[in-house]
């Protein structure tokens, strides 16, 4: 049995519910909340007094966030969540009528509505490549090449995919590209992979309100030197024409800032519980916790070739294709009904429950889980 003591005290998360879906929304450490909560009565108790010492609070929030990623912070701009990289990003790369942007069927449905509205305004069109769930990465890079010629505007690929919890050969896909624009979408990376800015990509856009446990909204937008004068953010605001891409991107109007100062807490909350330790436990655990679900379900584990470190699919026994109504329904049930959060992911007409381990979860709460699933179905 996995070896790991769990972490209630630092949440404040319901403790009569199984919190088994970290990857969505994340969960904020109470630490975090009260430096929240300090920042929003400082801003209120003078707001004008607050909003004056925002840009260098801002500065030196960066540069831990990047410190964090290891990357370098002249290349590194907030933004409020990987949604808006993603956008960001397409906004400053050419797409010339006729052109393409490549996809995969792994791509976050948001992020390819983004590359179809890009398309849809430079007669461009977007191509979807088919990789297998259980694609080994020679298969991922083969299938993704086959699709790149003289016509691709850009390639945007998921470094851990939303539905399939899948890891892209980052690095790889980016030799392949051969100076094709790489738009890297890294929305589950921070905290799940070490240095997941430094593949070499283009842009690299990456939630810190996801496995950070920073508070929402807090992401970052990485960007190649070549392409740092031409990215926007998605308000245009006073530092409108600064020349510094963080800086260009720090100020966008009034706005709750609190959350990008406040984000550094978590990373010193993750700092506290060893992370990197930490992390390979809840490997383990999610390993197995999604093996005891499995078999109360009677289904098999995908074989994923590279899952994501805390994130696992686990079959329903449904076959063909729920609809995401049915899917909402379905989710609202369990946690009425069954005092259970989890998330639904479709892929090739398969349904899957993607299961989460953060530092709140222990092995009981999946055996409860598998437990009680069942009884809906
Ligand atoms: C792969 C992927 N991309 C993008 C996003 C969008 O993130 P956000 O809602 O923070 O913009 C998500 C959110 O779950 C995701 O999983």
Redesign the pocket.
Known sequence: MTDLRPRPDLWSLDPEVLHLNH???GAVPRRTQELLARLRAETEANPMLWFRSVAERLTTSRQELAAFLGTDPAGFAFV???????TAALGAIPIPPGSRIVLTNH??G??LFAAERFARAHQAEVVVVDVPLEADDDTVVAAIQAELDERTAALIV?????ATAMVFPIRRLVEACAGIPVIV????APALLDAPAEDGADFW?G?F??WPAAP??T?GLVVAEKWRAATLPLIVSWSEYDERLPERFDMQGTLDYAPWIAAPESLRVLAELDWPVRRTQLSALIDEGAQVLAKALGTDLPDVAHPAATMRLVELPFGGKASPEAGEAFKARVSRELKAEITLTGFDERVFVRLSAHAYNGLRDYELLAERLPTLL
């Open positions: 990857g969505s929304y409020p969540n990987a949604s808006a990289g993603v791509t976050y948001a992020v998921d470094q851990i995919s939303s979408d890294g929305a589950h856009t939630n309100h996801k929402r909204p992401a």
